[in-house]
């Protein structure tokens, strides 16, 4: 199964976030996410610790399962430990890479650590201040990334550089916010503590909507690999 697949990654490096592994069915997807944290994760679920040696593998874990939407039809079907085909598909391994660092799972927040997880420089998106990491960043340095993949890459850009332009004149400006937290500055929560589904910013809903379209359209080109690879069987 999948998620003996993922044990064999398992590496006492220096911890950058944490990876939630819930069974192998793809109705328990939801409760797949990343946190800065273990104690952020689901209780009862085997949690993976992340580092700069087992990031790719996280990633095509976290991409693989979450590609593919759940319906009632599918929502049994096992995820499997796959073939070493994915081994050598560096293209594969970088579309996993960029769909999690910008997907809406990954709950990484600056509030509970260092933000190791922010995809540009400051300089790209215009910050104020220097980010307290650019692990990340070093990380895509050289990396070539598909159509799709810079699509995403670039429409996250421009939600950065907006939030960016928008906090220089707030009072409490968060320089490390990862993409949770953007996301929760524009939106906000509503009385029972949960994300709104629209910010009253209409800049930011377009620069969001086109950031999870773009999206979209990646874990579409990632589907297929799944199924080649054996993580899923048709």
């Not at 085997?46 to 599918?74: D, G, Q």
Request: proline content about 2%; glycine content about 4%.
């Amino acid at each position: 199964m999948l998620n003996a697949w993922i044990e064999t990654f398992r590496d006492e490096g220096e911890m950058i976030g944490s990876l939630s592994c819930k069974l192998n069915d793809v109705q328990n997807n939801r409760m797949v996410y990343l946190a800065t944290l273990p104690s952020r994760l689901p209780v009862g679920c085997k949690v993976l610790k992340i580092n700069k040696r087992n990031l790719l593998a996280a990633c095509t874990y976290f991409s693989v399962r979450h590609c593919i939407e759940h319906t009632w039809l599918n929502d049994r079907d096992q995820f499997l430990y796959p073939n070493d085909g994915y081994k050598n598909d560096k293209g594969f391994q970088n579309d996993c890479l960029i769909s999690t660092l910008f997907h809406h799972q990954n709950r990484i927040k600056s509030s509970d650590g260092i933000n190791h997880w922010i995809p540009f420089t400051a300089r790209e998106t215009d910050a104020m201040d220097n980010f307290q990491s650019t692990f990340m960043s070093d990380f895509l340095k050289n990396r070539k990334l598909s159509k799709e993949a810079k699509a995403v890459f670039e429409a996250g850009k421009a939600l950065w550089k907006y939030y960016h332009q928008t906090i220089k004149t707030a009072r409490r400006a968060v320089v490390d916010a990862s993409l949770y937290e953007i996301r929760e500055y524009f939106k906000g929560r509503d009385e029972k503590g949960r994300l709104k589904a629209k910010s009253t910013d209409e800049r930011f809903n377009e620069l969001d909507a086109a950031l999870r379209l773009a999206l979209k359209k990646l874990a579409e080109k990632i589907q297929p690999k799944v199924y080649e690879y054996g993580f899923l069987q048709k």
